[in-house]
């Protein structure tokens, strides 16, 4: 192997990779087989990006050679930049030694697509195909789906690949008209709707047989730029929530467009990475899938954005007010976690401590709940709670003064979901 | 009658347990359990050597099962903190188990629960960063090698995970600070030490010991971890905390770092 040629392409296709954010290599539990190599389980960060994320898998194009010119993507045909291609090969050899040396979970390839989305897709599912039969390789492969690729190829995908996943990226239609003129919007949902359907079918066919080979166990997950077409909050949450209903989506990813390009459709070279808008994004997400809010509670026409001050779930709460105080002691499970400071660990803790007695503000205090929030929502066995009868203006106010400092930093944290 | 006893072992999991059993057997209130490589022996202390029992170790830890689960993970993961006087807090915590009066992993009002439960989770939190900062190195021999120097005794704790998931290649994991390691020769893992004049890290040298190409893939994945930064939202405080400097020595990403 040439190495000074392979370092080369690994430096551009990497580069040109990692815009994708989605480095989850969970959700697949494929056994390590036969003594081979590999096995995937809940997903290990091997290290982080200097910018904080998770590295757990090797993210690279195949090539970033393109024959479209999507005005958000740095790999777009009319950009002046390097290209390169790597060899099916090559790229199995990489994955292969940075997996024996511990550095990775696997691989999550994408691609250019160069000639046409048939051909790029077939050049993904070679590589996979060769890691699992020639290299008996058990370890996570995450492939993109090319919009536009055919079903039959689609349905190869998933033999071999743990998650498949389309980036939708520009979450309104008339956006995606903008500024990815050579794409339909059919061209993303149709192989979306494949990989849902097959994976529907695999499910069906495991209940009666259970040696039915897997079909992407993974699931799918697609990911949408965050401030490049100036879209709502709204109107990204409820294109992400049609996503999670109608294709089974395992994630949504939400990407703060990072500016690439000088094109005057787009913001400009140097404008900020809507870095806190993506936080609050996730935050409503977390929300949806696991603490039982509905998106319609959160956005709607009166309120089309989120609040920048501070998380989705005060904001909720501030708007209804009339939900609150909770008793501590008696509430359900359901309405504990949507009380402000209160994450879905400490609603458990919550739930078995109250079993033993009748919980206090030391109680809750020693469980780790953020009391400088929920304080204004609960009242538990104690004489001293807030009485006043404050309004969402005063209580959001005394929050963000006692908050101070302590969450100025909001801005770098990129993850810092509330607890 | 409040008893109290020094009992010395040998400083395996099965010794202390042996103790547990042998504290038990004579009603100790307290007992303070000491490995016999830390023991000094106090003026008046009432002092007994104890001598490993597999079988003594297996009623306990039956015992223990039958009691909780949670508790079984939460004490052994404890006990490989090697935390100062950490036999005594678990000989506390058995008793209180045993006795029925243990309530769950919530009982917050017990500091020794909180206390072992606050352990079991940094030992924990440690076995899961070993899984991904192990670095193996090829050697000439075609083993695959690497160095940790974690801060708990965690190698018993990520044998499996090592074993299941690189079943065809032979390799070591060897704690630099313990002094043995675990080797996996593509049939079964055994504890093994060794004598190591020069340690493996990721030092700029290179060490004939590893092939040629070897260096070539660390390199690369040097190479790749610089690629995948973006610029623009750098955050080296995030960074830190994921990535502890302590671990950054055999972490073949952050070569001129260190
Ligand atoms: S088709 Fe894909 S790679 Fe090509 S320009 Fe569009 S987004 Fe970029």
Redesign the interface.
């Known amino acids: 192997?040439d190495?000074n040629r392979?370092?080369e392409k690994?430096?551009i296709l990497?580069?040109a990779a990692?815009?994708d954010v989605s480095c989850s290599s969970s959700g697949s539990n494929r056994?390590?087989k036969n003594?081979?190599?590999?096995?995937t389980g809940n997903g290990?960060?091997?290290?982080?990006?200097?910018?904080?994320?998770?590295?757990s898998l090797?993210?690279i194009l195949l090539t970033n050679h393109c024959i479209f010119d999507c005005a958000y993507c740095v790999t777009r045909k009319s950009n002046d930049i390097q290209r390169a291609a790597f060899k099916i090969q090559e790229v199995v050899d990489?994955t292969i030694?940075?997996y024996?040396?511990?550095?990775i979970e696997g691989l999550f390839l994408s691609s250019g697509i160069f000639k046409s989305a048939d051909h790029t897709m077939e050049r993904l599912i070679a590589v996979a195909k060769k890691l699992r039969e020639e290299e008996?390789f058990n370890g996570y492969i995450h492939l993109k789906s090319i919009p536009g690729a055919s079903d039959e190829l689609m349905y190869e995908a998933g033999l071999y690949a743990d998650r498949l996943s389309v980036n939708i990226e520009i979450p309104t239609i008339s956006g995606l008209k903008l500024l990815a003129p050579d794409k339909k919007h059919e061209d993303f949902i149709k192989p979306m709707r494949k990989v849902k359907d097959e994976i529907i079918r695999y499910k069906e066919e495991r209940k009666i047989i259970k040696s039915t080979a897997k079909y992407a166990p993974a699931g799918q997950s697609t990911q949408m730029i965050v401030g490049a077409t100036g879209e709502s909050d709204k109107d990204i949450m409820y294109s992400a929530t049609h996503f999670y209903k109608n294709y089974k989506m395992k994630r949504v990813y939400y990407s703060g467009y990072?500016?690439i390009s000088t094109d005057s459709r787009l913001p400009s070279l140097g404008s900020e990475?809507p870095?806190l808008r993506e936080n609050r994004l996730y935050q409503t997400d977390w929300l949806l899938r696991f603490y039982g809010f509905g998106v319609n509670e959160i956005l709607d026409a009166d309120n089309p954005n989120l609040d920048m001050d501070i998380d989705p779930k005060l904001m909720w709460a501030l708007r209804n007010l009339n939900h609150f105080p909770v008793d501590i002691n008696k509430a359900e499970p359901r309405m504990l976690a949507r009380i402000p400071g209160i994450g879905m660990g400490s609603v458990h803790?919550i739930i078995?401590?109250r079993k033993?007695r009748s919980l206090n503000w030391e109680?809750l205090k020693?469980?780790g709940i953020a009391l400088n929030r929920a304080k204004y929502f609960i009242i538990c066995n104690s004489n001293d709670w807030e009485r006043r009868d404050l309004d969402a203006a005063t209580i959001k106010g005394m929050i963000l003064q006692s908050q101070n400092g302590k969450f100025k930093?909001q801005y770098?944290?990129?993850l810092s979901l509330f607890n | 009658m409040n008893t109290s006893k020094t009992l010395v072992y040998d400083g395996s999991f099965n010794g202390f347990l042996t103790a547990v059993f042998v504290g038990f057997e004579q009603k100790l209130t307290h007992a303070n359990i000491q490995k016999n490589s830390q023991f000094q022996s106090g003026l008046f202390a009432d002092t007994e050597t104890i001598f490993t029992n597999i079988d003594k170790a297996q009623r306990v830890w039956n015992g223990v099962r039958k009691k909780s689960n949670s508790a079984v993970k939460n004490i052994y993961f404890a006990f490989l903190s090697e935390q100062n006087t950490i036999e005594a807090l678990l000989y506390h915590y058995i008793q209180k188990l045993m006795g029925g009066t243990y309530l769950g992993a919530t009982d917050f009002s017990d500091t020794s629960v909180l206390k072992i439960n606050q352990l079991s989770h940094k030992v924990g939190r440690e076995k899961h960063r070993m899984e991904a900062f192990v670095r193996f190195q090829l050697t000439k021999d075609d083993v695959y090698f690497a160095n940790i120097e974690p801060d708990f005794d965690v190698l018993p704790l990520i044998s499996k995970h090592f074993r299941n998931r690189y079943a065809d290649q032979q390799w070591i994991i060897y704690d630099v600070k313990r002094k043995y390691g675990i080797f996996y020769d593509l049939q079964t893992v055994e504890v093994i030490s060794l004598d190591l004049t020069d340690i493996q890290t990721n030092s700029i040298e290179k060490s004939n010991a590893f092939t040629d190409e070897e260096y070539e893939y660390q390199d690369l994945w040097n190479n790749y971890f610089k690629s995948t930064t973006i610029k623009s939202r750098i955050n080296t405080k995030l960074h830190v905390q994921h990535v502890p400097k302590r671990y950054w020595k055999y972490l073949s990403e952050k070569k001129e770092a260190v």
Do not use: W
């Open positions: 192997m190495f392979i370092k690994l430096n990497a580069d990692k815009y056994k390590n003594n081979g190599l590999g096995d290990i960060c091997h290290t982080y990006t200097e910018d904080g994320r998770c590295v090797l993210k990489l030694n940075f024996r040396r511990n550095y008996n990072v500016p990475v870095m803790k078995s401590g033993y109680h020693k469980m930093n770098n944290n990129q």
